[in-house]
Every structure is written in C-alpha cells, then in structure tokens.
C-alpha cells in the first residue's frame, strides 16, 4: 500500500480501501481479511469524530502521520480500527467496518466462536478486529512498514459496486454520506439509525 493513497482526506481514502487487505501475523497463526466495509471520520470539521475536540491522549494517533493504526475501545466492550489518513497533523481516520476472511478462517473461528457463520466472522467493526486478534496494544501499529499488521492492496473493486450511504449507529452528523461498502457482499453490516440521531447539515 502506497502512503501517498492514504495521505488524502478521509472521505476520499475510504471508497479507496475497499477491497484492500489488512492481515494480522501472530503466534497462533495469520488471519487476512478482505475490506468490505468503510467510514469515514473527518477530524475537528466532524462532529461525530473522536477528534472534533480537538487532540487528546486517547486520540492523538489521529492526527497523523498517515498508514498508522488508530484503535479505540467501543463502549467498553469491543475493539475497534481506523486506518489514518490525510497530512500530519490534521486528524482524519477511516473505520473498518466490515470485512472478508480469506487467510485464517479456523483462527478467526477460534476467536470469535465455533458456530460463528463464515459471513459474520468479520461483519462491524467490534467483530472486524476480534477476528483479526486486534486490541488495544495495536494503537499507532504502523501498517506499511510493520512486521506484524500490515495494510496492503487487493484486487481492484469496481466503481460500479461501491455503494455510499449514511454512517452507523452515530448520533451525531449521522446523516453524512461517509459510509462505503460493497453492493450484496454478505459480510457487510446491517445500516442501523442511532435512537439519539438528529438531522445536520451535510457534507
């Protein structure tokens, strides 16, 4: 993967990362997953951004340099990954929203349990990165230089299956058209309005 495709606005890399790769090598063994799912999160001009405040010890990733990984903990449950993107020092981030194993499955099985269908193993973004192994102590993992998650280019997804919509569960900006997916792919996540969402402006 090219630090010249991720040095660009959020909105702008997401379609982007449609179908590239992001694999996680462990002792237990490697996953790879294909990505099927994105959103974006436009730093201090998004509301609904982690970064909108401004910088934080706990968002600081954010702000750059592009091709690194920004993890956070959802709700206090599940882990969730955002590649960084744009220039440093101007917050921007892409969520993994969805994926498809094709490196692994009986050890993103494993994680993520037994009766687990293959579709689901990788579908929003908590279940995204216990299939791939991701925590916490992969924040700021370096993706294009790294020895052990590493982001690289799929096949080519055709315009014509990327499909743009609202993003999920966010209460805030909910209504920006940031979230890019794959027409019919199986493993993409059900669209869900936050019960807190109110209309704003578009971007």
Request: aromatic content about 6%; glycine content about 12%; some cysteine.
């Amino acid at each position: 993967m090219n630090v010249a495709l991720l040095a660009r606005p959020a909105e702008e890399v997401a379609p982007r990362l449609l179908g590239a790769i992001l694999t996680h090598e462990t002792p237990e063994g490697t996953v790879s997953i294909t990505i099927t799912e994105t959103e974006a999160y436009s730093g201090t001009a998004d509301p609904a951004s982690h970064a909108y405040r401004g910088r934080t010890p706990r968002n600081a990733v954010m702000f750059g340099p592009a091709g690194h990984l920004y993890v956070y903990r959802s709700h206090g449950l599940h882990w969730c990954a955002n590649v960084v993107t744009g220039t440093d020092g101007i917050a921007s981030a892409v969520l993994i929203r969805a994926g498809r194993v094709i490196e692994g499955e009986d050890l993103a099985r494993k994680r993520r349990g037994e009766r687990v269908e293959s579709p689901r193993l990788a579908r929003g973004p908590g279940n995204f990165c216990q299939a791939l192994g991701i925590t916490g102590e992969h924040n700021g993992a370096d993706l294009l230089t790294g020895t052990s998650v590493m982001l690289s280019e799929g096949e080519s997804v055709p315009t014509a299956l990327i499909q743009v919509g609202p993003r999920v569960g966010v209460s805030k900006a909910h209504d920006w058209q940031h979230r890019f997916y794959l027409a019919g792919d199986p493993t993409v996540s059900v669209y869900r309005l936050s019960p807190r969402a109110k209309p704003s402006a578009g971007a």
